[in-house]
């Protein structure tokens, strides 16, 4: 039964490893490429995709930057499940979002493996490394953009771990864009 | 005539971006996962595609880590004109060694252009800032090994530069290596 159970981290970052702008704006997402061999999502497709994910796992970081673009561009996790891991107190005005500071391993076996099945952490680098670090995480799924941001905060903060791969999938949209996907191996 | 004329940037890293480990050992280039629906090419037809490169580019550091490879393995660059950048004085022992110090500009327009079309930079960091800087990069051509090396030498020194890109090919081979190629758009 636990083996339905799996933890994937989720980035989008530039072709040097940036997933964030210093000035945290994400205009950059917007790609003006094109590539003519790429496959297309319809919205439709990615709705049924997403789906899929019923928990979402983020550090505040990331969550203070969520709820800044939710201002303009609305929640962007919907109603699926958020637990945001924070020792602080951080502001939550919806009901499928929870706070949690304490013991990864104690996270993962009493309050996700018992309620989910695919979970997705979507960041920062500081939770990204720490879950890599207690080998939680089960696949990593990266897609690049076709741009080179120069600096700003890096994907990877150095793991100081090795960890091999074994890449399950790659995908190239019409938009320069390219998702790899990997289990990391145990 | 001169349309002819590229630079590309070669390197290959793992998945979090690093090009050597720091104690140098290359083993981990030796991946042992597969990708059922990968690619691979034949000793020929690599043999083929390294016959249109006609010039390597490359550090000091780059080129004294190759001559230490090349007592194990032999010097992998072969009788390809190759054009070290150093202000020291490096040890050469081949004829199709030369060492240049000096501006980049002039280095491209004088030597580069009229002698050769297809030049290949390989490391290392330093030089791969200063080339894209300088915008006298045409393409980046990234291979990404199934791996996660926690430390090492980063591909990306910080560029403190933005650079658009266009995705050009992408090609996923048998071993598990990833192969991204890009246009610096200028």
Chains 1, 2 share one sequence.
Request: one cysteine or more.
């Amino acid at each position: 039964m636990t083996n339905d159970f799996k933890i994937t981290i989720h980035m989008v970052s530039s072709l040097d490893g940036m997933i964030a702008k210093k000035d945290n704006s994400i205009s950059w997402f917007e790609t003006s490429d094109h590539y003519e061999n790429g496959i297309e999502l319809t919205e439709e497709q990615t709705k049924e995709f997403l789906k899929t994910i019923d928990c979402y796992i983020m550090g505040s970081a990331t969550y203070e930057h969520a709820l800044e673009l939710s201002k303009s561009y609305g929640w962007a996790y919907g109603e699926v499940p958020t637990i945001v891991l924070s020792h602080r107190k951080l502001p939550v005005d919806k009901k499928n979002i929870e706070i949690y500071s304490g013991d990864l391993y104690k996270l993962v076996r009493e309050q996700l493996r018992p309620r989910f099945k695919n979970v997705w952490l979507v960041g920062g680098p500081t939770i990204v490394k720490e879950f890599i670090r207690l080998k939680l995480v089960d696949e990593i799924r990266l897609s690049i953009l076709p741009i080179i941001l120069g600096d700003g905060l890096p994907f990877f903060n150095q793991i100081e771990q090795e960890h091999l791969l074994h890449l399950k999938e790659t995908r190239t949209y019409k938009s320069g864009m390219v998702e790899l996907c990997y289990e990391i191996k145990k």
